[in-house]
């Protein structure tokens, strides 16, 4: 058998679904004496650099958590300011992904979310349904408990029509109702701002992942600081539970 090709192998080493959780606008901020607003503006153009660099990086999927299922806790000015934000990055960026081939899939909870917002949403999962280059996911009004009980309500619906019977793969089959089902699962999480924790994304799908904590806020993100994440994943080594092939004895 020859080789494998090394495209293969790029594909095999480089993280295909890299997905972050963008923190530190707020201390960004501060650090400047401006009010915190401004640090999600620059968050959002740290998050057009990103997005531009993650194809080049060999990343096929990017996930991004813009807001949480939590973050309604904020005050009413910040909240709405988000809202505003992802607003204005679709505005603003949408004929260009779509004409870049990006797809653009926005996960987590419709309900609760206001009507101009859901039609943002819907506008920008329509124009680009038909991309293949690049998977751009938001996490938006997005929790990865209310997803997976979300998901668990018609999950259990399907069992008791009996849709869903004995027999299958049910952990395979449970992982379609989510939220996140179009792709596969996170390969690299990062976090900035150097809090080492997972504030409730990808609760399900980080079973596998990776994580790399990166002590950079996260309006100073960009190609090079994802570089350096990816390459800190692909001198991990991934062992899914089993073991390393080197360490298994050959028979005899
Ligand atoms: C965390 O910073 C960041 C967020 C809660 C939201 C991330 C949002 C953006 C990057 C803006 C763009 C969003 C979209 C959806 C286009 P923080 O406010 O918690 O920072 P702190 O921990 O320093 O206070």
């Known amino acids: 058998m020859s080789p494998k090709p090394a495209k293969d ?9 890299v997905a972050i959780i963008m923190d530190g606008n707020g201390r960004w901020a501060k650090r400047r004496g401006m009010p915190r607003s401004v640090g999600h503006q620059a968050g959002v153009n740290a ?7 993650a194809p080049q990086l060999g990343i096929e999927w990017l ?16 909240v709405s300011e988000l809202m505003g934000l992802l607003k204005a990055y679709v505005k603003s960026d949408l004929a260009r992904l779509e004409r870049e081939g990006v797809r653009v899939r926005i996960i987590g909870r419709r309900d609760g979310l206001p009507a101009d917002i859901l039609a943002i949403i819907d ?15 938001v996490a938006f009004n997005y929790g990865g408990r209310a997803d ?9 619906a399907d069992v008791a029509a009996g849709r869903i019977g004995p027999g299958g793969h049910l952990e395979a089959e449970f992982g379609r109702y989510l939220s996140t089902a179009a792709g596969p699962p996170p390969d690299l999480i990062v976090r900035t701002s150097g809090e080492q924790r997972l504030s409730n994304f990808l609760l399900w799908e980080a079973a596998y992942a990776e994580f790399v904590f990166q ?20 001198s991990r080594e991934r062992r899914y539970g089993g073991v390393d092939a080197d360490d298994v004895l050959a028979p005899g």
């Open 9 to 17: 192998v790029a594909a095999m080493m480089s993280a295909r679904h």
């Open 47 to 53: 998050l057009k650099r990103t997005v531009e660099a």
């Open 63 to 78: 996930t991004v958590f813009g807001f949480s299922t939590e973050n309604w806790r904020r005050p009413a000015s910040e």
């Open 123 to 137: 506008d920008a999962e329509a124009r680009t349904a038909r991309n293949d280059r690049f998977n751009l996911q």
């Open 148 to 156: 997976i009980t979300d998901a668990a309500v018609r999950f259990a």
């Open 215 to 234: 002590d950079i806020l996260w309006p100073d993100y960009g190609p090079d600081a994802l570089r350096a994440a990816v390459q800190e994943y692909m």
